[in-house]
């Protein structure tokens, strides 16, 4: 199963190819935050991207009864995973499920990846891999790229 969270469309477009790859579900974490309009969402999303913050997730109830491995892609804001994908992380029961991660953001940063990671060891969740993206764009580039450099990574 691919989960994600996607203020705009880079994130979403990622999940959904990533879905593709994969043959699996794909579902969106759905947050209030993306409800507060441009000005609100913008002041809300510097408070959280500065801040060990998560935000909550509001389909928390259709994310339940989660298969042995999860792939959650997620955006970085100001160096660190967005709220709402940390709240679902840390309010699920993951003790069996196996967390993969991609994140997407607009410079390549190892360093995000090797945080993200050391994020997920602290939590009850199996730790997978973590793939990073880093796109300047607001759409990324052409989706058959982006296939072949998933299947490549994913060795599959």
Do not use: H
């Not at 953001?105 to 060891?121: I, R």
């Amino acid at each position: 199963m691919v989960l994600y969270y996607s203020r705009g469309k880079k994130t979403k477009v990622f999940a959904e190819l990533l879905g593709e790859v994969l043959g699996q579900e794909v579902l969106e974490l759905e947050s209030e935050l993306n409800n507060k309009g441009k000005i609100g969402f913008m002041l809300k999303a510097l408070s959280l991207a500065f801040s060990a913050k998560s935000y909550p997730v509001t389909n928390m109830a259709k994310l339940q009864n989660l298969p042995e491995e999860i792939y959650l892609c997620a955006p970085i804001w100001g160096g660190q995973m967005v709220g709402p994908p940390r709240y679902f992380l840390e309010n699920s029961d993951l003790k069996k499920t196996t967390v993969n991660l991609l994140l997407t953001a607009s410079v390549p940063v190892e360093k995000y990846k090797k945080s993200a990671l050391e994020y997920l060891g602290k939590l009850q969740c199996k730790k997978g891999e973590a793939l990073i993206f880093a796109t300047s764009s607001k759409v990324p580039q052409e989706p058959e790229t982006i296939k072949e450099q998933l299947r490549e990574i994913l060795g599959i």
